[in-house]
């Protein structure tokens, strides 16, 4: 089965600190891009960062130099470090998998259940 487990979420004052974490099975980790995308209320998603299989990490222009995303291959798991924290980070923060088509083997793209983030005075 299949699973991407999101944790670390939580309330925090603005300028403050969280680390998100994204724990993976039931698939071949190193095989996959991974990303973190969120969600504010009433708002679309919006994606923030990603983190290739060769570690080579791209960043929404919103949070370049205040968020770090990382990878531990041997734990299965991808992190967001998020620093000096806004208002408007407050949304709802998921964790995806992405594999494009290798070959006879399909494209996959997983997402887990998010995390809540809320970022307040």
């Known amino acids: 089965e299949v699973q991407l487990v999101e944790s670390g979420g939580g309330m925090v004052q603005p300028g403050g600190s969280l680390r998100l974490s994204c724990a993976a099975s039931?698939?071949?980790?190193?095989?996959?891009?991974m990303t973190w995308v969120r969600q504010a209320p009433g708002k679309g998603p919006e994606w923030v960062s990603a983190?290739?299989?060769?570690?080579?990490?791209n960043y929404a222009d919103s949070v370049k130099g205040r968020f770090t995303i990382s990878r531990d291959n041997a734990k299965n798991t991808v992190y967001l470090q998020m620093n000096s924290l806004r208002p408007e980070d407050t949304a709802v923060y998921y964790c995806?998998?992405?594999?494009?088509?290798?070959?006879?083997?399909?494209?996959?793209?997983?997402w887990g259940q998010g995390t809540q983030v809320t970022v307040s005075s």
């Open positions: 039931g698939f071949t980790f190193t095989s996959y891009d």
């Open positions: 995806n998998a992405n594999r494009l088509r290798i070959g006879v083997l399909p494209s996959r793209d997983y």
């Open positions: 983190i290739d299989t060769g570690g080579s990490t």
